[in-house]
């Protein structure tokens, strides 16, 4: 028995030993080094040129739940908002939407819980870099009800407008 704890402390230490010598501080000359390899071949991009290909899921959990805490906040936004007098919605019509939304959208931004899935494709010829975000599913928590529907105020996530993203440059 007593054999075996000596063999297995040994055989840790054995594993520690790597990590204690790798832990050491540089010296000038290795330091010059690292940066004149690094400075010899300047780079503007990461990679001289190819295609990413990946699949990207993404979770979101709720910043609260707490009704008490989500009606405060909807209650303190609409008083924020009638009290106004410098509104970027400039029609009654326009400005009765935004009011209509602002409950949806305060509970959204606090309770909303989402996974989204997307295909994401980063592009570089060396030239031109391409980055394309292809939204495949999400699912969101809370949804805007049948009362908003056609109200574009509603900060939720619109597939038909943030569905495929491309940025070229």
């Keep these: 028995m007593k054999t075996r704890h000596i063999v297995l402390a040994t055989l840790f230490l054995l594993m520690l030993a790597p990590v204690g010598l790798a832990d050491r501080q540089l010296d000038r000359a290795e330091i010059l ?3 004149k390899t690094l400075t ?39 008083q924020e908002y009638q009290s106004s007098n410098n509104k970027q919605e400039l029609t009654p019509a326009l400005q009765k939407m935004k009011l209509d939304a602002i409950p949806f959208n305060v509970r959204h931004e606090l309770s909303n819980e989402y996974t989204m899935n997307s295909a994401v494709l980063v592009e570089y010829d060396g030239n031109r870099f391409n980055w394309e975000i292809n939204v495949t599913s999400r699912k969101d928590s809370v949804t805007p009800g049948a009362s908003l529907s056609g109200n574009f105020m509603t900060n939720d996530f619109n597939m038909r407008w943030n569905g495929k993203r491309a940025l070229t440059f």
Excluded: C, L
Excluded at 70 to 77: K, V
């Design 33 to 35: 080094d690292i940066f």
């Design 40 to 78: 010899s071949r300047p780079m503007t991009t990461w990679v001289d040129a190819g295609t990413i290909k990946a699949a990207h899921e993404e979770y979101r959990a709720p910043q609260t739940t707490d009704e008490n805490q989500i009606n405060s906040r909807i209650q303190q936004a609409i």
